[in-house]
């Protein structure tokens, strides 16, 4: 059974860091492209990284592009999105979502979220 | 970046009614098109995915069509649980993924 789980959510100061965790079972990562999704305050879904089966493709929105970096660790199967320069318009729900094979394919299973607040 | 255009933003439906959601994309994606259902307070769920294959779970009420710039998303019969919001999303190109701004299904 698919099962992802973020933690690491908070509020934070706007400028600093936070790194977001997700961890995944019933599948293994080198297997499926993973991306992250934010969701600000009554808004729709945003896109903000993702990084291919292999570990050696990763791409941004262009709104976090040198701010955020994607990770993983294959040995715990878990998902990493580190945060920097935090901004105000960066708070929102973040989602971990499994990917297909590769990164152009549909999302395929979300994770419920944590959720990020910038505010001083 | 593609632009991915839903229409209407808001449809007020009865339940047991048929509904039709539409989605533009603003340069063809070909069939690289899924439909994500967002209930209150939960994370998305996949719908649809390449325009018309329902994905593991999803009720044969659920229907998709399209390609290339229009795409549609039918519930041919509405129950309780489908009020939600509907999103559409384009992976054809993934620099950068886009989602279209999504579409609320109210009780009428």
């Known amino acids: 059974q698919v099962r992802l789980v973020e933690s690491g959510g908070t509020v934070v100061q706007p400028g600093r860091s936070l790194r977001l965790s997700c961890a995944a079972s019933?599948?293994?990562?080198?297997?499926?492209?993973m991306h992250w999704v934010r969701q600000a305050p009554g808004k729709g879904l945003e896109w903000v990284a993702v990084?291919?089966?292999?570990?050696?493709?990763?791409n941004y929105v262009d709104s976090v592009k040198g701010r955020f970096l994607i990770s993983r660790d294959t040995s715990q199967n878990m998902v990493f999105l580190h945060m920097n320069g935090l901004r105000l318009d960066d708070t929102a729900v973040y989602y971990c979502?499994?990917?297909?094979?590769?990164?152009?394919?549909?999302?395929?299973?979300w994770g419920q979220g944590t959720v990020v607040t910038v505010s001083s | 970046e593609i632009v991915m255009t839903q229409s209407p933003a808001t449809l007020a439906v009865s339940p047991g009614e048929r509904v039709t959601l539409s989605c533009r994309a603003s340069?063809?994606?070909?069939?690289?098109l899924a439909w994500y259902q967002q209930r209150s307070g939960q994370g998305p769920r996949l719908l649809i995915f390449?325009?018309?294959a329902r994905a593991t779970g999803i009720p044969a009420r659920f229907s998709g069509s399209g390609s290339g710039t229009e795409f549609t998303l039918t519930i041919s019969s509405l129950q309780s649980e489908d009020f939600a919001v509907y999103y559409c999303?384009?992976?054809?190109?993934?620099?950068?993924?886009?989602f279209g701004q999504g579409t609320r299904l109210e009780i009428k």
């Open positions: 979502v499994r990917g297909g094979y590769g990164v152009s394919d549909a999302f395929y299973f």
């Open positions: 390449g325009a018309s």
């Open positions: 340069q063809s994606v070909r069939n690289n």
């Open positions: 999303h384009q992976y054809d190109d993934w620099a950068p993924i886009t």
């Open positions: 990084m291919s089966y292999d570990g050696r493709t990763e």
């Open positions: 019933g599948f293994t990562l080198t297997v499926s492209a």
